[in-house]
């Protein structure tokens, strides 16, 4: 059996330890886990079979930005570039469609829609784009 996945983490067979005695916590990506934990920078995923554990380098509970910036980075970049590209694109629809001559409610409407389409596309192009190269690098 193999003791390290592919993305760094330690495996723990539950037969090493099969309770965690840990308040679980929303913190972090599950990644397909049952739950997950954490005791300060240690981050612990429960799996049917196993746990996989790795350390984080800020505690997100006692620095979530810090966290974000330095641990995981994909999530700030795909937030930054929905809000970003989410508004622009509202911003040119709203105004589009006023020049149309449509009205205010349904120029927001529609530009809501559109830049939230946009947005939420632009996030998750760069939150993949980012963990894909954070993987790469370890």
């Given at each position: 059996?193999?003791?390290?996945?592919?993305?760094?983490n330690?495996?723990?067979?539950?037969a090493?330890r099969?309770?965690v005695?840990l308040?679980?916590?929303?913190?972090?990506?599950?990644n397909?886990?049952?739950?997950?934990?954490?005791?300060?920078n240690?981050h612990?995923?429960?799996y049917d079979n196993?746990?996989?554990?790795?350390?984080?380098?800020?505690?997100?509970l006692?620095n979530?930005?810090?966290?974000?910036l330095?641990d995981?980075?994909?999530?700030?970049?795909g937030?930054?570039?929905?809000?970003i590209?989410?508004?622009?694109?509202?911003?040119?629809?709203y105004?589009?469609?006023k020049?149309?001559?449509k009205s205010?409610?349904?120029?927001?409407?529609?530009?809501?829609?559109?830049?939230?389409?946009a947005?939420?596309?632009?996030?998750?192009l760069l939150?993949?784009?980012?963990n894909?190269?954070?993987?790469?690098r370890?």
């Amino acid at each position: 059996m193999e003791f390290i996945d592919g993305e760094g983490n330690i495996i723990v067979p539950k037969a090493v330890r099969p309770i965690v005695d840990l308040k679980e916590t929303a913190f972090g990506s599950k990644n397909g886990a049952r739950k997950q934990y954490r005791y300060g920078n240690l981050h612990i995923r429960e799996y049917d079979n196993h746990y996989t554990v790795h350390m984080d380098r800020v505690d997100p509970l006692k620095n979530p930005l810090g966290h974000l910036l330095v641990d995981a980075p994909e999530y700030l970049a795909g937030a930054a570039a929905a809000v970003i590209v989410g508004r622009r694109v509202a911003s040119a629809a709203y105004s589009r469609r006023k020049q149309e001559g449509k009205s205010g409610r349904y120029a927001a409407i529609e530009a809501a829609l559109a830049g939230y389409i946009a947005g939420s596309s632009a996030g998750r192009l760069l939150y993949d784009a980012t963990n894909n190269l954070k993987k790469r690098r370890k």
